[in-house]
Protein backbone atom coordinates (compact mmCIF):
# COMPACT_ATOMS: atom_id res chain seq x y z
CA UNK A 1 0.00 0.00 0.00
CA UNK A 2 1.11 3.64 -0.20
CA UNK A 3 1.98 5.60 1.71
CA UNK A 4 -0.95 7.61 3.73
CA UNK A 5 -0.53 11.19 4.29
CA UNK A 6 2.29 13.36 4.23
CA UNK A 7 4.91 14.16 6.70
CA UNK A 8 4.01 16.44 9.74
CA UNK A 9 4.83 17.92 13.08
CA UNK A 10 2.41 17.60 15.78
CA UNK A 11 2.26 21.37 15.53
CA UNK A 12 1.86 21.81 12.23
CA UNK A 13 -0.04 18.67 11.43
CA UNK A 14 -3.04 19.73 13.95
CA UNK A 15 -2.74 23.68 14.25
CA UNK A 16 -3.72 23.53 17.77
CA UNK A 17 -3.71 26.11 19.99
CA UNK A 18 -4.68 25.61 23.72
CA UNK A 19 -6.91 27.42 25.79
CA UNK A 20 -8.84 27.09 29.04
CA UNK A 21 -12.53 26.16 29.41
CA UNK A 22 -14.18 29.07 30.43
CA UNK A 23 -17.73 30.16 30.48
CA UNK A 24 -20.30 27.31 30.30
CA UNK A 25 -17.80 24.59 31.11
CA UNK A 26 -18.95 21.00 28.81
CA UNK A 27 -21.81 22.63 27.40
CA UNK A 28 -20.28 26.01 26.36
CA UNK A 29 -17.34 23.89 24.15
CA UNK A 30 -19.39 21.32 23.14
CA UNK A 31 -18.09 18.36 25.70
CA UNK A 32 -20.21 16.09 26.51
CA UNK A 33 -21.86 16.41 29.68
CA UNK A 34 -20.70 13.08 31.15
CA UNK A 35 -17.31 14.15 30.80
CA UNK A 36 -17.20 17.02 32.98
CA UNK A 37 -14.90 18.58 34.23
CA UNK A 38 -13.54 19.93 30.91
CA UNK A 39 -9.83 20.52 31.84
CA UNK A 40 -7.62 23.31 31.30
CA UNK A 41 -5.34 21.35 28.82
CA UNK A 42 -8.40 21.55 25.80
CA UNK A 43 -6.74 22.06 22.05
CA UNK A 44 -8.91 23.56 19.90
CA UNK A 45 -8.37 22.54 16.20
CA UNK A 46 -9.20 25.32 13.83
CA UNK A 47 -11.05 24.29 10.10
CA UNK A 48 -9.22 26.68 7.73
CA UNK A 49 -7.78 24.94 4.75
CA UNK A 50 -10.59 22.07 5.86
CA UNK A 51 -14.10 21.24 4.37
CA UNK A 52 -15.67 20.54 7.60
CA UNK A 53 -19.05 19.86 8.19
CA UNK A 54 -21.67 17.72 10.26
CA UNK A 55 -23.58 15.92 7.64
CA UNK A 56 -25.75 12.64 7.35
CA UNK A 57 -25.19 9.32 5.19
CA UNK A 58 -27.57 6.57 4.77
CA UNK A 59 -26.07 3.41 7.25
CA UNK A 60 -27.27 0.04 7.55
CA UNK A 61 -30.74 -0.67 7.02
CA UNK A 62 -31.49 3.02 5.61
CA UNK A 63 -30.99 4.41 8.40
CA UNK A 64 -29.91 7.91 8.06
CA UNK A 65 -26.81 8.41 10.27
CA UNK A 66 -25.19 11.73 11.76
CA UNK A 67 -21.53 12.17 11.10
CA UNK A 68 -19.17 14.62 10.96
CA UNK A 69 -16.47 15.43 8.50
CA UNK A 70 -13.17 17.02 7.39
CA UNK A 71 -11.26 17.23 4.48
CA UNK A 72 -8.46 19.05 2.81
CA UNK A 73 -10.22 21.92 0.90
CA UNK A 74 -8.53 21.21 -2.18
CA UNK A 75 -6.48 17.97 -3.94
CA UNK A 76 -7.04 14.78 -4.88
CA UNK A 77 -9.36 12.14 -2.94
CA UNK A 78 -7.53 11.59 0.90
CA UNK A 79 -7.23 8.09 2.24
CA UNK A 80 -9.61 7.83 4.62
CA UNK A 81 -10.05 7.63 8.51
CA UNK A 82 -12.92 6.42 10.40
CA UNK A 83 -13.04 7.43 13.76
CA UNK A 84 -14.85 5.68 16.41
CA UNK A 85 -16.25 7.72 19.41
CA UNK A 86 -15.58 7.21 23.13
CA UNK A 87 -18.90 6.43 25.43
CA UNK A 88 -19.86 10.20 25.48
CA UNK A 89 -20.85 10.09 21.83
CA UNK A 90 -20.16 12.41 19.00
CA UNK A 91 -18.71 15.43 20.88
CA UNK A 92 -16.17 18.32 20.13
CA UNK A 93 -13.48 16.05 20.66
CA UNK A 94 -14.40 14.20 18.74
CA UNK A 95 -14.89 16.27 15.91
CA UNK A 96 -11.33 17.87 17.01
CA UNK A 97 -9.57 14.73 16.02
CA UNK A 98 -11.26 14.79 12.56
CA UNK A 99 -9.89 18.03 11.97
CA UNK A 100 -6.32 16.80 13.38
CA UNK A 101 -6.47 14.29 10.87
CA UNK A 102 -7.37 16.10 8.19
CA UNK A 103 -5.03 18.31 8.85
CA UNK A 104 -2.53 15.58 8.22
CA UNK A 105 -3.92 15.08 5.41
CA UNK A 106 -6.55 12.83 5.62
CA UNK A 107 -10.49 12.22 4.93
CA UNK A 108 -11.57 11.86 8.61
CA UNK A 109 -15.27 10.96 9.33
CA UNK A 110 -17.45 9.77 12.81
CA UNK A 111 -20.55 8.29 12.62
CA UNK A 112 -22.87 9.33 15.47
CA UNK A 113 -22.83 5.02 16.01
CA UNK A 114 -25.12 5.45 18.91
CA UNK A 115 -27.70 7.52 16.93
CA UNK A 116 -30.37 4.76 17.11
CA UNK A 117 -30.40 4.58 20.72
CA UNK A 118 -30.18 8.49 21.66
CA UNK A 119 -27.84 10.96 22.20
CA UNK A 120 -24.83 10.30 25.11
CA UNK A 121 -23.87 13.97 24.76
CA UNK A 122 -27.16 14.98 26.80
CA UNK A 123 -26.73 12.44 29.79
CA UNK A 124 -24.54 13.57 32.41
CA UNK A 125 -23.66 10.69 34.46
CA UNK A 126 -21.91 7.51 33.15
CA UNK A 127 -24.33 4.84 34.90
CA UNK A 128 -27.30 6.27 33.52
CA UNK A 129 -25.32 6.40 29.98
CA UNK A 130 -24.14 2.63 30.03
CA UNK A 131 -27.43 2.21 30.81
CA UNK A 132 -29.80 4.18 29.01
CA UNK A 133 -27.56 3.94 25.47
CA UNK A 134 -24.38 2.11 25.48
CA UNK A 135 -26.00 -1.24 26.58
CA UNK A 136 -28.44 -1.60 23.98
CA UNK A 137 -25.59 -1.31 21.20
CA UNK A 138 -24.60 -4.03 19.60
CA UNK A 139 -21.92 -5.20 17.86
CA UNK A 140 -23.35 -6.22 14.54
CA UNK A 141 -24.96 -2.75 13.68
CA UNK A 142 -22.09 -1.12 14.46
CA UNK A 143 -20.00 -3.22 11.73
CA UNK A 144 -22.50 -2.74 9.65
CA UNK A 145 -22.93 1.02 10.01
CA UNK A 146 -18.85 1.57 9.73
CA UNK A 147 -18.84 -0.47 6.20
CA UNK A 148 -21.84 2.27 5.41
CA UNK A 149 -19.78 4.72 6.26
CA UNK A 150 -16.71 3.53 4.01
CA UNK A 151 -18.57 3.17 1.18
CA UNK A 152 -20.40 6.93 1.59
CA UNK A 153 -16.65 8.36 2.18
CA UNK A 154 -15.65 7.00 -1.30
CA UNK A 155 -18.54 9.28 -2.90
CA UNK A 156 -17.73 12.24 -0.79
CA UNK A 157 -13.85 13.00 -1.57
CA UNK A 158 -12.39 9.97 0.02
CA UNK A 159 -9.58 7.35 -0.93
CA UNK A 160 -11.62 4.29 0.31
CA UNK A 161 -9.08 2.09 -1.12
CA UNK A 162 -6.58 3.57 1.26
CA UNK A 163 -8.86 2.73 4.53
CA UNK A 164 -7.71 3.16 7.97
CA UNK A 165 -9.97 3.06 11.07
CA UNK A 166 -9.23 4.49 14.59
CA UNK A 167 -11.08 4.58 17.94
CA UNK A 168 -11.04 5.87 21.80
CA UNK A 169 -12.03 3.49 24.68
CA UNK A 170 -15.26 1.96 23.52
CA UNK A 171 -14.11 3.01 20.22
CA UNK A 172 -10.87 1.11 20.87
CA UNK A 173 -12.51 -2.32 21.01
CA UNK A 174 -14.11 -1.76 18.14
CA UNK A 175 -10.99 -0.88 16.27
CA UNK A 176 -10.10 -4.18 16.77
CA UNK A 177 -13.45 -5.92 15.74
CA UNK A 178 -13.51 -4.15 12.34
CA UNK A 179 -10.01 -5.26 11.80
CA UNK A 180 -11.57 -8.38 11.52
CA UNK A 181 -14.67 -7.79 10.18
CA UNK A 182 -13.45 -5.42 6.66
CA UNK A 183 -11.33 -7.22 4.31
CA UNK A 184 -10.85 -4.16 2.71
CA UNK A 185 -9.31 -2.18 5.58
CA UNK A 186 -5.84 -1.26 5.30
CA UNK A 187 -4.53 0.15 9.11
CA UNK A 188 -6.41 0.68 12.45
CA UNK A 189 -5.08 2.20 15.46
CA UNK A 190 -7.07 1.11 18.02
CA UNK A 191 -6.39 3.99 21.73
CA UNK A 192 -6.92 1.96 25.24
CA UNK A 193 -9.48 0.13 24.29
CA UNK A 194 -10.91 -2.75 26.45
CA UNK A 195 -9.38 -6.70 25.46
CA UNK A 196 -10.89 -8.79 27.72
CA UNK A 197 -14.06 -8.91 29.66
CA UNK A 198 -17.74 -10.12 30.06
CA UNK A 199 -19.90 -10.67 26.54
CA UNK A 200 -23.13 -11.13 25.84
CA UNK A 201 -25.89 -11.35 22.90
CA UNK A 202 -25.07 -8.11 21.98
CA UNK A 203 -21.55 -7.76 22.34
CA UNK A 204 -20.57 -11.44 21.71
CA UNK A 205 -16.51 -11.40 21.45
CA UNK A 206 -13.79 -9.43 22.67
CA UNK A 207 -10.66 -8.17 20.41
CA UNK A 208 -8.70 -10.82 22.64
CA UNK A 209 -10.74 -13.48 21.04
CA UNK A 210 -10.26 -12.24 16.91
CA UNK A 211 -6.73 -12.02 16.50
CA UNK A 212 -6.15 -14.67 14.40
CA UNK A 213 -8.85 -12.69 12.09
CA UNK A 214 -7.36 -9.88 11.86
CA UNK A 215 -7.31 -8.74 8.53
CA UNK A 216 -5.36 -5.71 9.36
CA UNK A 217 -2.66 -4.83 11.08
CA UNK A 218 -3.69 -2.74 14.35
CA UNK A 219 -1.65 -0.45 16.22
CA UNK A 220 -2.70 -0.40 19.73
CA UNK A 221 -2.04 2.52 22.20
CA UNK A 222 -2.50 1.93 25.88
CA UNK A 223 -1.46 3.13 29.48
CA UNK A 224 0.16 1.83 32.01
CA UNK A 225 -2.04 3.48 35.02
CA UNK A 226 -4.90 2.37 33.39
CA UNK A 227 -7.00 0.88 35.91
CA UNK A 228 -9.73 -0.44 33.97
CA UNK A 229 -7.20 -2.34 31.21
CA UNK A 230 -4.58 -3.84 33.18
CA UNK A 231 -1.05 -4.20 31.82
CA UNK A 232 -1.95 -8.23 32.07
CA UNK A 233 -4.41 -7.63 29.66
CA UNK A 234 -2.27 -5.99 27.54
CA UNK A 235 0.57 -8.68 27.89
CA UNK A 236 -2.06 -11.65 27.26
CA UNK A 237 -3.02 -9.14 23.65
CA UNK A 238 0.81 -8.82 22.73
CA UNK A 239 1.04 -12.30 23.33
CA UNK A 240 -1.67 -14.13 21.24
CA UNK A 241 -0.66 -11.52 18.55
CA UNK A 242 3.30 -12.87 17.96
CA UNK A 243 1.57 -16.66 18.55
CA UNK A 244 -0.64 -15.79 15.35
CA UNK A 245 1.77 -13.79 13.92
CA UNK A 246 -0.28 -11.02 12.63
CA UNK A 247 1.50 -7.48 11.97
CA UNK A 248 -0.17 -6.13 14.97
CA UNK A 249 1.80 -4.41 18.26
CA UNK A 250 0.63 -2.81 21.26
CA UNK A 251 2.75 0.22 22.65
CA UNK A 252 2.54 0.99 26.36
CA UNK A 253 2.59 4.25 27.97
CA UNK A 254 3.41 6.19 31.35
CA UNK A 255 -0.02 7.34 31.54
CA UNK A 256 -3.57 6.56 32.71
CA UNK A 257 -6.68 5.76 30.63
CA UNK A 258 -7.73 8.90 27.94
CA UNK A 259 -4.48 9.83 27.59
CA UNK A 260 -5.11 11.62 24.85
CA UNK A 261 -7.83 13.49 25.29
CA UNK A 262 -6.95 16.50 26.30
CA UNK A 263 -10.13 17.89 28.03
CA UNK A 264 -10.15 15.35 30.33
CA UNK A 265 -7.64 15.46 33.67
CA UNK A 266 -6.51 11.83 32.54
CA UNK A 267 -4.56 13.66 29.54
CA UNK A 268 -1.01 13.21 28.99
CA UNK A 269 1.01 16.10 27.25
CA UNK A 270 4.07 14.01 27.52
CA UNK A 271 2.53 10.68 26.28
CA UNK A 272 0.28 12.16 23.90
CA UNK A 273 1.87 14.24 21.60
CA UNK A 274 4.44 11.08 20.91
CA UNK A 275 1.15 8.61 20.67
CA UNK A 276 -0.35 10.58 18.19
CA UNK A 277 2.89 10.94 16.13
CA UNK A 278 3.09 6.84 16.20
CA UNK A 279 -0.55 6.61 15.44
CA UNK A 280 0.19 9.06 11.74
CA UNK A 281 3.19 6.99 11.42
CA UNK A 282 1.16 3.53 11.36
CA UNK A 283 -1.26 4.82 8.89
CA UNK A 284 1.12 6.65 6.63
CA UNK A 285 3.54 2.97 6.16
CA UNK A 286 0.75 0.23 5.41
Request: charged share 20%; aromatic share 8%; net charge positive.
Amino acid sequence: MDRLGEDETWVRMSGVSRRAALGGGAVALGHALAAQPVASTVIRTPAEGLEATMLRFPAAGGFLMNAYRAKPARGKPRPVVLVVQEIFGLHEWIRDVTRRLAHAGFYAIAADLFQRHGDPTKIADIRTLREAIISKVADADVMADLDALAVFAATDGGNARRLGITGFCWGGRIVWLYAAHNPQLKAGVAWYGRLTGDVNALTPRNPIDVVGQLRAPVLGLYGTQDRGIPVSDVEAMNAALKAAGRPSEIRLFEADHGFLADYRPSYSPTAAPVAWAAALDWFRKL
